[in-house]
């Protein structure tokens, strides 16, 4: 199989990259690729050790001259995000990702290319084989379970890591330096919902369908005016809604509650003809949205008559839910200008037997934003009859003005490029909230290469800046 990326022409973080790409890696589904870098490191004759959680440390000695600095931590995260366009046939649980590079773009096929945090991974085990480079103890440190309310870093056994600096890799912007992160939970809200018989005079069965558009990251993205299929489906319905008998027979929206919908789709029976309502609607999308969504389409189509639909009293309750439910950014951070303190994601709309569920992942600088939020969102579900349960959650990285680790990495980008990195506080959540409260004391910051379009199927990797970062993080290494 020919390779993209070769020793002759290529830095070693991008061609362990391609290597790491052949192994099915998506959250849950970690075992092998935890395998494979465990071998990787027990190959290059390092010490190694791969957790109950999968979680991989791997410890490096200090180079010569290095001896008494202080340890150092280099993690990243090994599982990815799994998106696919909808004309892609793929099973993320097997096949592994097909690499394409148009000239200094790397992307998959039709999927989600893993770079988040791939290309972390890859520099994290670069740093430990790369022969001559010169760098204090290493620690590194490959959890499990980001995408899942970061499971693998929350089961670190302490007791393994000296070190109290880190080095993330997982800035998806190449000139930024992330000095804090949000904290977060998901949500589950359950309806309890009663169906009845269809009858005759309810008209014939709809399908309509609001696809094409652009998703992205529920904390990176969150700030960009994105709409998502879901609170558009709700404006839909709604508009409807006012002018028609509606009854509701299904819904169904997006794939993962960390990412903003790009697809919803929902079946309703009505007598009346809704051509050019929907006409209508999309065009109004298409004035609003044209710019961010250039793909975004309503589609109908006839739908098998269903025996059974939601009660007048269950569709309200369930528009009632997704109207109201807090969605997109609610407020801004003072300190940062431009960066978002806390928001609220309706990433997920599904059925169950007798209930509707609406998932949501809700971000904030501080655990007591986000239970603000939560309980905003439990006084709305209890009030049209539902329940709210918590699934997950992550700590706050709060800022640290003081932190020495920062200085020397933005010293060192600006004696190398000549430019000063900007300091910024992620809406996304990272582990290095997760360790510094296993880890006390611990200084942290991120840093990585420019990655766009993350958590989306036009996930693109910009080769050149991850050459450079390579360059970067060698000389960083060097300087502490």
Excluded at 108 to 137: K, N, Q, S, W, Y
Excluded at 208 to 230: Q, R, V
Excluded at 389 to 417: G, H, N, V
Excluded at 429 to 453: M, R, Y
């Amino acid at each position: 199989m020919n390779k993209i990326f070769t020793k002759e022409t290529d830095g070693l973080p991008l061609r362990i990259f391609e290597e790491i790409s052949e192994i099915p890696r998506g959250t849950g589904n970690e075992k092998a690729i935890s395998d494979y870098l465990y071998n990787r490191a027990k190959e290059h004759g390092l010490d190694v050790i791969q957790d109950d959680y999968h979680n991989i440390i791997v410890k490096k000695p200090a180079s010569i001259g290095y001896e008494k600095a202080a340890p150092v931590i280099l993690q990243a995260h090994m599982d990815m995000d799994c998106e696919m366009a909808p004309d892609t046939d793929h099973d993320f649980r097997t096949d592994p990702i097909t690499l394409v590079r148009e000239g200094g773009r790397l992307m998959a096929r039709g999927t989600t290319l893993g770079a988040d945090d791939g290309i972390g991974v890859a520099m994290c085990f670069a740093a430990l084989e790369t022969p001559g480079l010169a760098h204090p103890p290493l620690e590194v440190l490959i959890t499990t379970g980001q995408g899942n309310g970061f499971t693998g870093a929350s089961h670190i056994d302490p007791a393994l890591f000296s070190a109290r600096r880190m080095i993330n890799i997982d800035c998806p912007t190449e000139n930024e330096i992330m000095v804090g992160s949000c904290a977060g939970a998901s949500f589950r809200v359950k309806l309890p919902l009663e169906r009845e018989p269809v009858t005759g005079d309810m008209g014939k069965s709809l399908r309509i369908c609001i696809s094409g558009l652009t998703g992205g990251h529920s904390g990176e993205d969150i700030h960009k005016g994105l709409p998502t299929a879901n609170d558009l489906m709700t404006r839909v319905l709604l508009n409807l809604r006012s002018k028609h008998k509606l009854h509701l027979v299904h819904i169904e929206g997006g794939d993962a509650v960390d990412a903003l919908s790009r697809d919803c789709n929902a079946i309703v029976m009505t007598d009346a003809h809704l051509s050019k309502e929907l006409d209508a609607l999309e065009e109004m999308f298409e004035h609003e949205f044209s710019d961010l969504c250039p793909g975004l389409t309503i589609t109908r189509e006839a739908a098998p008559q269903e025996e059974e639909c939601y009660t007048e009293e269950s569709f309200a309750k369930i528009l009632a839910m997704m109207a109201l439910c807090p969605n997109g950014v609610r407020a801004m951070d003072g300190r940062f200008p431009g960066t978002v303190a806390s928001s609220c994601n309706m990433g997920v709309l599904r059925e169950t037997e007798n209930s509707f569920i609406l998932e949501t992942r809700v971000r904030g600088t501080y655990r007591t934003t986000v239970q603000d939020v939560c309980d905003r969102i439990g006084c709305l579900a209890a009030a049209v009859g539902g329940t709210i349960e918590q699934y997950d959650d992550f700590a706050p990285w709060e800022y640290a003005p003081d932190s020495a680790l920062s200085r020397i990495t933005q010293w060192t980008y600006k004696e190398m490029f000549g430019e000063t990195m900007t300091e910024v506080m992620a809406h996304g959540g990272l582990e290095c909230g997760i360790l510094k409260e296993q880890l006390p004391g611990l200084d942290a910051i991120s840093i990585g290469p420019t990655i766009l379009n993350q958590h989306s199927p036009s996930e693109t990797l910009m080769i050149s800046s991850a050459e450079r970062m390579w360059e970067f993080l060698q000389q960083l290494l060097k300087n502490l």
